[in-house]
């Protein structure tokens, strides 16, 4: 059986996109397969799943050599097992960029392309079938892209985005403004999560220079929430690069309504790369970056020592 996954730490897309591809194999390819995680998805994604009727799916914590996968939402071995190489990798659906490194047995399918969500990249491929798709299918469809898009304030919104997203509201019947208000809250609620699982609840890898990153990223409508915490998030950021094998956590709080972030600066290393980054002058341990808000588009390419 076909497993079938995205990145760690998984968020909306990362966890919607398995169950939308595992489902088109199943029923249109007739090819068993199983949307899996690794590891637990986030708040804003478990409301989805209760909102258009699914569990969650199961979490994946072995990975035997050979095992047939699709690898969705993510190219980048950093954010996938360790032995993803030993598996059979069947196809990569994803709208990063190209990172390198993974191997595969033989040739596979790979569509990667630059629009806000991995859903709006499947809706084109599966064309025509979607007219078969369930309505939790294509629920799960517009909550991710109302979740990547951060409902369409984020630069990386394309038209298709847009036009597929309200394409599918008009036939759920679905209010995007507060289909997407409810996912906003549910991520915004982070009263359980400890401060080392805030800086790890969606983040990714990327070094600059000589120096490696773990750069999270907090999405909310309350960064109130998150910043009264700031003390605490900073003091568990060393041990948690240390464990990653990074230098420091880069985090950034994203404002969705303010379409701003505010950056934890927790030292020296973390002052200097905001400064040469983002053209700012940083006095105290955070400093806010207006327009901010895609790390894919604004703060990864951004990034320099």
């Not at 038209?159 to 809250?185: C, N, P, T, V, W």
């Amino acid at each position: 059986m076909i497993k079938v996954f995205g990145h760690y730490s998984p968020d909306t897309d990362s966890t919607g996109s398995p169950l939308i591809w595992a489902w088109y194999l199943n029923q249109i390819r007739n090819t068993p397969a199983e949307a899996v995680l690794l590891g637990q998805c986030n708040t804003e994604a478990q409301f989805a799943l209760k909102y258009w009727g699914f569990e969650q799916p199961a979490i994946m914590t072995d990975l035997p050599a050979g095992t047939p996968v699709v690898i969705v939402d993510t190219n980048n071995p950093a954010e996938l097992p360790k032995g993803i190489n030993d598996a059979d990798i069947q196809a990569i659906i994803d709208h990063h960029k190209l990172v390198g490194g993974l191997e595969t047995r033989g040739p596979i399918d790979i569509t990667i392309r630059p629009l806000a969500c991995t859903a709006t990249i499947m809706y084109d491929l599966i064309g025509d079938d979607m007219a078969q798709a369930p309505r939790g299918i294509k629920g799960m469809m517009l909550s991710c892209i109302l979740s990547d898009t951060l409902e369409f304030r984020s630069p990386t919104t394309t038209d298709a985005d847009r036009g597929l997203a309200h394409g599918l509201a008009k036939e759920l019947d679905i209010d995007i403004s507060a289909l997407a208000a409810e996912m906003f809250a549910a991520k915004s609620d982070v009263s359980a999560h400890s401060d080392a699982e805030l800086l790890l609840m969606d983040a990714k890898k990327y070094s600059v220079g000589d120096k490696t990153f773990r750069i999270s990223v907090l999405e909310t409508t309350s960064p109130e929430q998150i910043l009264s915490r700031k003390d605490g998030l900073i003091a568990a950021m060393p041990q948690v690069a240390a464990e990653d094998g990074a230098d420091a956590v880069l985090l950034f709080v994203i404002d969705i309504l303010r379409e701003e972030a505010t950056l934890l600066v927790p030292g020296d290393l973390v002052r200097q790369v905001a400064e040469k980054s983002f053209g700012v002058s940083v006095s105290g341990d955070t400093v806010v970056l207006p327009g901010i808000m895609s790390r894919k588009k604004q703060i990864i390419p951004a990034l320099s020592l």
